[in-house]
């Protein structure tokens, strides 16, 4: 197959890193090749010198002041290499306030190239014959809300989002090609473009390389959208309004940068969040705890208010990511401890007291160096088989019973090389499933994308990656949060909601796809700790016929 023809718009060959890594991960990729460079004049910026934004610029100084240093992914990164490498068609635009228009002859020399897809880094919005000048349309990164990545951080929303789209016009409505949302930063705006654009670089290369994998069919199940409120053309392209330069939040705010009345309300908000934040540091002591109710008939009880808490052997441990096994006549929990003074994780198993009414007598059954977590603990074939979370050994590993509940034996490393957390597995269609959260690179969370493996066999390491990995690139729906659940010959998925916080609520997945090629799930369900007064987050469910058990944070 011939490779997917890319041009580049920029307007210098000097780039943020994060577009310099998508220009590397391109120059080196099998199945495309950067023909074109289209170089335009250093755009004016609308903002940089008018009184009306002296705060909002300011703003953007401090905040750059204080956290600029740890800021990497927006750090300038030459491309001259590539530039060289390929043609570059440096042109001059006729540029307004937020549009780049170029004259004919230009959009006659880029078509000369016969790109597939003309990459926006640089230019404005697009409103003429370039849209047309790549035969699978012009891509760009666009935001929710603009600036981007800023109100945010200033309306304490959880989830920050980026779009990748197809830009459309009027009479040619563009796509949403794909949607990556990561949590926010809690304090700084820089931070969060940063962390929101490094996260979701990688989207734009996979998608890239869907697209010469499926050309025209690509866009198949892809969501049409036409940026602008018209649809039919007319004659001055600054009187078309976008709907991305909507807010929502209230109707003061604007559409573009906020004014020096806008920004000093913004201020007032930060300052006052800085405060809370280090006061709650200061001031509360949030620990995990495991809670757990009572199956009536062997159906799940969701009455999560009346679950009776487990308390803490002291306050210098929390315990979470509990696991429910019944055994015969017995039942038991397995779970995580850890201790503030070592900063690891272990496992420990209780089991339930008939007598009592309560588990206790724990015994710790893992520890290692590095931490553990989340004690998948499953049965196949009378053989009870555990999966711990270990991504600081960067390895899935797989463990047997020797003697259940209390002895446990190394089997396999079933991945290894990568930062994976909470691998949960599903035997479906002669073949096993394990879904699992995955840092692809250095700087991303682990809590943003999941991927899909499967095989005939999990006690082997012949693992075979999903096509359409990462499966998932949401933070408030991608972390596995317990095991599969089937009910009414329906499967779902359980899943953490780590927008804001880390295990802020959990969300249950419908899975509707499931499949070698394929995979679809929709959310049916929200979760959070609202149950009760003292707890500001859950993030695991799991279940037996007698039990079914949770985790929650409860603040002091």
Same mark, same amino acid.
């Given at each position: 197959?011939?490779?997917?023809?890319?041009?580049?718009?920029?307007?210098?060959?000097?780039?943020?890193?994060?577009?310099?890594?998508?220009?590397?991960?391109l120059q080196?990729?099998?199945?495309?090749?950067?023909?074109?460079?289209?170089?335009?004049?250093?755009?004016?910026?609308?903002?940089?010198?008018?009184l009306?934004?002296?705060?909002y610029?300011?703003?953007?100084?401090?905040?750059?002041?204080?956290?600029?240093?740890?800021?990497?992914f927006?750090?300038?990164?030459?491309?001259?290499?590539?530039?060289?490498?390929?043609?570059?068609?440096?042109?001059?635009?006729?540029?307004?306030?937020y549009?780049?228009?170029?004259?004919?002859?230009?959009?006659?020399?880029?078509?000369?190239?016969?790109?597939?897809?003309?990459?926006?880094?640089?230019?404005?919005?697009?409103?003429?014959?370039?849209?047309?000048?790549?035969?699978?349309?012009?891509?760009?990164?666009?935001?929710?809300?603009?600036?981007?990545?800023?109100?945010?951080?200033?309306?304490?929303?959880?989830?920050?989002?980026?779009?990748l789209?197809?830009?459309?016009?009027?009479?040619?409505?563009?796509?949403?090609?794909?949607?990556?949302?990561?949590?926010?930063?809690?304090?700084?705006?820089?931070?969060?473009?940063?962390?929101?654009?490094?996260?979701?670089?990688?989207?734009?290369?996979?998608?890239?390389?869907?697209?010469?994998?499926?050309?025209?069919?690509?866009?198949?199940?892809?969501q049409?959208k036409?940026?602008?409120?018209?649809?039919?053309? !007319?004659?001055? &392209?600054? @009187?078309? #309004?976008?709907?991305?330069?909507?807010?929502?939040?209230?109707?003061? $705010?604007?559409? /573009?940068?906020?004014?020096?009345?806008?920004?000093?309300?913004?201020?007032?908000?930060?300052?006052?969040?800085?405060?809370?934040?280090?006061?709650?540091?200061f001031?509360?002591?949030?620990?995990w705890?495991?809670?757990?109710?009572?199956?009536?008939?062997?159906?799940?009880?969701?009455?999560?208010?009346?679950?009776?808490?487990?308390?803490?052997?002291?306050?210098?441990?929390?315990?979470?990511?509990?696991?429910?096994?019944?055994?015969?006549?017995?039942?038991?929990?397995?779970?995580?401890?850890?201790?503030?003074?070592t900063?690891?994780?272990?496992?420990? !198993?209780?089991? &339930?007291? @008939?007598? #009592?009414?309560?588990?206790?007598?724990?015994?710790?059954?893992?520890? $290692?160096?590095? /931490?553990?977590s989340?004690?998948?603990?499953?049965?196949?074939e009378?053989?009870?088989?555990?999966?711990?979370?270990?991504?600081?050994?960067?390895?899935?590993?797989?463990?047997?019973?020797e003697?259940?509940?209390?002895?446990?034996?190394?089997?396999r490393?079933?991945?290894?090389?990568?930062?994976?957390?909470d691998?949960?597995l599903?035997?479906?269609?002669?073949l096993?499933?394990?879904?699992?959260?995955?840092?692809?690179k250095?700087?991303?969370?682990?809590?943003?994308?999941?991927?899909?493996y499967?095989c005939?066999?999990f006690?082997?390491?012949?693992?075979?990656?999903?096509?359409?990995?990462?499966?998932?690139?949401?933070?408030?729906?991608?972390?596995?949060?317990?095991?599969?659940?089937?009910?009414?010959?329906?499967?779902?998925?359980?899943?953490?909601?780590?927008?804001?916080?880390?295990?802020?609520?959990?969300?249950?997945?419908?899975?509707?796809?499931?499949?070698?090629?394929?995979?679809?799930?929709?959310?049916?369900?929200?979760?959070?700790?609202?149950?009760?007064?003292?707890?500001?987050?859950v993030?695991?469910?799991?279940?037996?016929?007698?039990?079914?058990?949770?985790?929650?944070?409860?603040?002091?």
């Open positions: 197959m011939e490779k997917l023809r890319v041009g580049i718009l920029v307007d210098s060959t000097v780039l943020p890193k994060y577009q310099a890594e998508i220009v590397a991960e080196k990729s099998d199945w495309c090749e950067i023909v074109l460079f289209v170089k335009k004049q250093k755009s004016y910026d609308p903002y940089a010198k008018s009306r934004f002296a705060l610029r300011g703003l953007l100084a401090f905040d750059a002041k204080v956290f600029g240093r740890s800021a990497p927006l750090a300038p990164v030459s491309v001259e290499d590539a530039v060289n490498s390929a043609k570059l068609l440096e042109v001059t635009t006729k540029e307004s306030d549009f780049d228009e170029v004259d004919t002859p230009t959009v006659e020399k880029v078509k000369a190239e016969a790109p597939d897809v003309l990459l926006n880094f640089g230019f404005k919005y697009i409103t003429n014959g370039l849209l047309h000048a790549a035969k699978y349309g012009v891509w760009e990164f666009r935001h929710r809300h603009r600036p981007a990545a800023f109100w945010e951080v200033v309306e304490n929303i959880p989830d920050t989002e980026v779009r789209e197809r830009v459309g016009c009027a009479l040619d409505p563009g796509y949403l090609l794909d949607c990556f949302r990561t949590v926010t930063h809690q304090k700084s705006m820089r931070k969060n473009l940063e962390l929101l654009m490094w996260r979701s670089h990688m989207m734009m290369v996979r998608n890239l390389q869907r697209l010469h994998e499926k050309r025209e069919a690509y866009f198949n199940d892809k049409t036409t940026y602008f409120y018209h649809e039919h053309p !007319v004659k001055n &392209y600054t @009187e078309r #309004k976008f709907p991305d330069f909507q807010f929502g939040f209230s109707d003061d $705010k604007g559409k /573009h940068a906020p004014t020096n009345s806008q920004s000093l309300r913004a201020v007032w908000k930060l300052a006052g969040k800085y405060l809370k934040i280090t006061a709650r540091r001031f509360k002591m949030d620990r705890i495991i809670l757990y109710g009572e199956n009536k008939e062997g159906k799940i009880s969701p009455d999560f208010g009346s679950y009776k808490r487990i308390p803490l052997p002291s306050n210098d441990h929390f315990q979470a990511d509990p696991f429910m096994v019944d055994e015969g006549e017995k039942s038991y929990l397995f779970y995580e401890e850890l201790d503030y003074k900063l690891k994780g272990y496992l420990l !198993v209780s089991e &339930y007291d @008939e007598t #009592k009414k309560a588990f206790g007598n724990p015994h710790e059954i893992l520890r $290692k160096p590095y /931490h553990l989340y004690p998948n603990i499953f049965k196949h009378g053989k009870y088989y555990m999966i711990p979370e270990t991504h600081e050994n960067e390895t899935v590993d797989l463990y047997e019973a003697n259940f509940p209390l002895k446990w034996k190394k089997v490393t079933m991945l290894s090389g990568l930062k994976a957390v691998a949960t599903y035997q479906k269609d002669g096993w499933w394990m879904f699992v959260n995955i840092a692809a250095e700087g991303f969370s682990l809590n943003d994308e999941l991927y899909i499967y005939k066999d006690r082997t390491d012949d693992w075979t990656p999903h096509k359409m990995n990462p499966v998932v690139c949401d933070v408030t729906s991608a972390r596995p949060a317990g095991h599969l659940l089937e009910k009414e010959g329906k499967l779902f998925r359980p899943a953490q909601d780590c927008s804001g916080v880390y295990g802020r609520g959990m969300v249950i997945n419908e899975i509707l796809e499931l499949s070698e090629t394929t995979y679809k799930e929709r959310v049916v369900q929200h979760i959070r700790a609202d149950f009760a007064d003292d707890l500001v987050a993030h695991t469910f799991n279940h037996s016929r007698r039990f079914s058990v949770i985790d929650a944070i409860k603040s002091r």
